[in-house]
């Protein structure tokens, strides 16, 4: 059997691992995802109507078109959190020892976990998503090739953001520290335009909202679905998801090889 053949059937193994893990304890992704709902039904039906004139909109369905793009990246930022924390167990529960007197791929553990968590992100999107759509959100004028770079940007985010919650899962001395150092995942998204448009920020606070990576992603996925402008923040997104993946795979390979040596 080729590298490549082992690879891919070492990586299949873990990741099938991985999917039964989170089948078995579904409270953690259940927990992740009640925070992206919750902030979602918050937001539109307590303060809807008073946010949607502060963009300009005649009514509550307004903010909610244009809050659902931010909280579909919550969502991915809140289920990465989940894959950090699943790192950090198995580096610190010692089943990667045992790994290690098995013939399998080194690589394979950590390919497992990243393809697992980005279908988790997608079926977690899917979920909030269905959940935007119960409360009124719409994307008529959206063309099918739109939906599809939509859906195609996403999976490149989860992509990013799982390499980097690699990287902090591997790190981290036990699961509570993972958690609490993937927490900017979460975090990230409250402080860039999920909620409020960049304009309305304070001055000084703008350059940090405009240019951190959730933003220019958030932005896309606006123009993407609902038509309006996408501007620089296309190549933007791109060059943030990118740059974070290949960050994250150098720093998670680096830090597994030298601990599992």
């Known amino acids: 059997m080729s590298s490549f053949s082992l690879a891919v059937r070492d990586s299949t193994t873990m990741l ?35 946010m949607s ?4 909109g005649a009514d509550r369905s307004a903010y909610i078109a244009y809050v659902v793009p931010g909280i579909l990246l919550m969502t991915v930022g809140g289920t990465v959190v989940g894959t950090a924390v699943s790192v950090s167990n198995d580096m610190t529960e010692g089943i990667i020892d045992r790994f290690r007197t098995m013939a399998i791929h080194r690589g394979s553990v950590l390919i497992g976990h990243v393809v697992g968590s980005v279908l988790q992100c997608v079926m977690s999107v899917v979920l909030v998503g269905a959940v935007a759509v119960a409360i009124g959100f719409r994307s008529t004028d959206a063309t099918a090739l739109e939906w599809l770079a939509a859906l195609g940007l996403l999976v490149l985010f989860a992509t990013a953001l799982t390499w980097i919650a690699v990287g902090m899962g591997l790190i981290s001395p036990n699961a509570e520290a993972a958690s609490n150092n993937a927490m900017p995942m979460i975090l990230l998204p409250l402080l860039s335009s999920a909620f ?50 290949v960050l994250g795979y150098f720093w998670s390979a680096a830090k597994f090889n030298r601990d599992t040596k």
């Open 16 to 50: 099938r691992r991985n999917l039964l893990h989170a089948r078995r304890y579904p409270s953690l992704t259940l927990n992740l995802l009640l925070t992206p709902i919750m902030l979602l039904l918050l937001f539109v039906y307590i303060f809807g109507d008073v």
């Open 53 to 56: 004139a502060g963009i300009g």
């Open 196 to 245: 409020v448009p960049v304009d309305a920020m304070p001055g000084w606070f703008r350059p940090i909202a405009e240019y951190q990576p959730f933003t220019p992603v958030i932005e896309t996925l606006r123009g993407l679905l609902l038509g309006s402008g996408i501007g620089h923040n296309g190549w933007l997104a791109v060059l943030w998801c990118l740059g974070l993946a």
